[in-house]
């Protein structure tokens, strides 16, 4: 049966009803349909139609299929033509459960048995088939790994390149990851980092970080990631009521130094309207005093506990080491990173930097595009 072939229709006053051939039945309020016409489309995408141009009141004088569906509208005898793909693709009916955000594919450690595949720099630079893969594994796990980046300063800015720009901070366009005296960070010295998200303090936060390897030859010092989607999905499952007082409890992150004072409130799982998980922002170090109510307190931090131990839980996290010219590029407000603590002999050195997720899904959507076309 055919998903676009119109069975049936019925013209209300205020919506028409098409029952299509493989049993799905949708509803286009007219005022939807006259908004959304694609004839009010310039080929750039952007409308040519102002909506407070419409009547509320918009009602169609007649309705007529034969191929497509022509539409002659009450208000002003213009008559519109959409054709049945155009409908279908479009129809907003969709339950909530299926219109959820989060039908991407999250993953625990069973989902990688063996250390994820690493994109080999030199493929990135002159495949675009293999950009689109490596883009694509950031979009749908958060994540991607590469290997063969030039093992000298400054080289993962010729990462970002491929995709979009770096975002600067107040650690500069990039920072060094070793250890060094007084650090002004934890980050800076050889100590174990339980899974966090950078910048929680920030606003917007930084939502794409990556971490480029100059040299591991340390006992330990292993990179830890975690799926924060996949961890908060199973969180609300085994315990919805403590997920809603973390999704719903704002508290505040801090980062003080000599010449950056950062703060921002926020909830540590964030949710829209429909209840998509969009986003993690969970840096135990940068969390301040903040407010609850007093007969609320103790409730947040058990379902803080809950939470917080479920991030650390082995059947969730993926340790791998990464060796010099390796890197890791993920997606900031939801895969948390950490690291095994090491010895302080040898030589750790990691460079990172920060660059925003809506050019890398840019990208990708204009590679999909051509390729798509080709």
Known sequence: MSKTTIKHHQADSDKLVIEWEDGHTSTYHYMWLRDNAPENRHSNGQKLIDTLSIPLDLTAKSVNVNGTVKIEWANDGHVTDYTPEWLRANSYELSESEARRNTQ???????????????????????????????????????????????????LFKVIDLFGYVRDTNYGPLFDVKVVTNPSNLAFTSATL??????????????????????????????????????????RKEA??????????????????DDADLQHESTIIQTNVRGDITGIRFNNRSMQTFYVAPEKMKAFYEAYH?????????????????????????????????????????????????????????????????????
């Open 105 to 155: 594919h999250t993953w625990d450690l069973t989902d990688f048995p063996e250390t994820p595949p690493k994109y080999k720099f030199s493929e990135l630079t002159s495949n675009d088939s293999t950009l689109r893969n490596m883009l694509a594994s950031v979009r749908d796990n958060g994540f991607a790994l590469m290997q063969g980046i030039p093992v000298k300063s400054e080289s």
């Open 194 to 235: 339980g899974g966090h998200t950078d910048n929680p303090y920030r606003h917007p936060v930084p939502t794409l970080q990556l971490l480029h390897v100059l040299s591991n030859n340390v006992e330990g010092g292993d990179s830890t990631l975690v799926d924060g989607f996949k961890v908060a999905e199973v969180f």
């Open 240 to 257: 919805p009521e403590q997920f809603e007082i973390i999704a719903s409890t704002l508290v505040t992150f801090r980062f003080s130094s």
């Open 306 to 374: 809950t939470f917080a131990h479920m991030l650390e839980e082995d059947r969730f996290k993926l340790k791998f080491k990464l060796g010099a010219g390796d890197a890791m590029l993920f997606d900031n407000q939801r895969v948390l990173h950490g690291r095994i603590g090491y010895a302080s002999s040898g030589d750790r050195h990691l460079q990172g930097c920060y660059a925003d997720i809506d050019s890398l899904l840019s990208k990708l959507r204009v590679l999909e595009r051509v390729m798509s076309d080709e």
